[in-house]
């Protein structure tokens, strides 16, 4: 049995103002759904992730978690200065990237970029936390079921399907046979998993 993390909900008293926010970043908005009474429920995805994050307006979620109560939530990164660099040219707030001595905040990367050793952080309008933090190799055992992605079998035997066309297409295209057609069918679901 799987059990994919699949959502974390963090409270929002500006659904609008959350919603641009967040699309500035590049996350892709899933679900915008108003119920009426004030209660309103966004999600969004940050690219290459399989969790999203649901955002609620709704009086009971923000008096059960608090605006801005959120803190820590991790979004993990290949380059720490890159994710840094690229958030603030999206107009974010964005501390100085650390690492952790003796327990101590130390300015500047991990020595060698030392997986799971650098961080920057980050808050969004209202104030919920974001911790950036850089992986450059997984520990081991750390695996991701395609199911995050595609969420069922069939769907990821439809997926397979779409990328079997696509490729017969492209070497129609090239009117040659593709040797890596393993890296292209990679390239053509990491692609379409994204949306």
Known sequence: M????EVAMVPTSDADKTK???????????????????ARVLQLTPPGSACSVSFGTSPFLRGFLGEGSTLGLEVVVDDIDAAKADMVSRGVEVS????????????????DHQSYGSYASFKDPDGNGYLLQEVTTRLPGRKTSALASYGSVASLADALRRASEAHGRHEAETGQEDPNWPDWYAQFMADDSAG
């Open 96 to 111: 100085e990237v650390y690492h952790l001595d003796g327990g101590q905040r130390v300015p500047g990367a991990a020595p």
């Open 20 to 38: 641009e926010f967040y699309q500035g970043l590049g996350w892709r908005l899933d679900a915008d759904f108003d119920f009426g009474g004030g």
């Open 2 to 5: 799987d059990y994919r993390l």
